[in-house]
């Protein structure tokens, strides 16, 4: 069963702000929100994440509703370089949740479009 | 500079050939990850270990092994009873809640 649903693809104009939605609407109490981003044949590379509140770091900033059900991942000014598909997962800080595994669906697919 | 490698990048291989995949990381985690990830998907987790001598099967373990006899390394062998090896491999490592990846190996079977 998928933990998230996420739009298959979006564009966006460059220099224009790129936000990508993300439901998780069975998140659990414990469970943070990751976003992770893959651009074309690498690996995956962490973005941010967050429990509640909202979070912004120098590559992104994160806003997760009040019900914790959804979240959007917001890229302020896309660059022709941040096209990849961008991957949101819930996933536990607790200490039994220590080491596990991250569970990755098929993502967004961004184009940033000159 | 500390990170996780993956060799080669890209791997073809005859059918019926085993085949070996290389991760090693400099990066001191004890837990390290096999994802299988094909055309427009998600990651699939292959294998994992939490700890050296030790290894788990993740969901599509079928013809797949792994070892992890230092905590470096952590190598992958495509067997032949893998029926559709043609993917992109990628090895991840874990420290408490946070993973890095490796930058993957496509392998292509002829």
């Known amino acids: 069963d998928a933990k998230t649903t996420q739009p298959p693809s979006m564009d966006c104009a460059e220099g224009r702000a790129a936000n990508l939605p993300c439901n998780h609407s069975t998140i659990s109490g414990n469970e943070y929100v990751y976003w992770y981003r893959q651009i074309h044949s690498q690996g995956p590379q962490y973005i941010i994440h967050g429990l509640k509140n909202n979070e912004t770091n120098e590559m992104a900033s994160l806003i997760i509703t009040e019900d914790r059900k959804s979240s959007t991942l917001i890229l302020p000014h896309a660059t022709l370089r941040d096209t990849a598909v961008y991957y949101c997962?819930?996933?536990?800080?607790?200490?039994?949740?220590?080491?596990?595994?991250?569970?990755f669906g098929p993502g967004t697919r961004l184009s940033v479009l000159p | 500079d500390g990170g996780i490698t993956q060799s080669p990048k890209y791997l073809f291989r005859k059918e019926g050939q085993n085949v070996t995949l290389s991760c090693e990381q400099n990066l001191n985690h004890d837990a390290m990850y096999w994802y299988r990830q094909d055309p427009g998907q998600g990651l699939r987790l292959i294998y994992y270990s939490q700890i050296v001598n030790d290894f788990q099967k993740g969901d599509i373990a079928e013809g797949y092994s792994v070892s992890r006899e230092k905590k470096e390394s952590f190598p992958l062998t495509v067997t032949s009873a893998q029926k559709n090896p043609t993917a992109f491999y990628l090895c991840?490592?874990?420290?408490?809640?946070?993973?890095?990846f490796g930058p993957g190996t496509r392998l292509t079977v002829l």
């Open positions: 997962t819930p996933h536990s800080r607790s200490t039994e949740a220590y080491g596990q595994n991250f569970v």
């Open positions: 991840a490592s874990t420290v408490r809640h946070e993973q890095f």
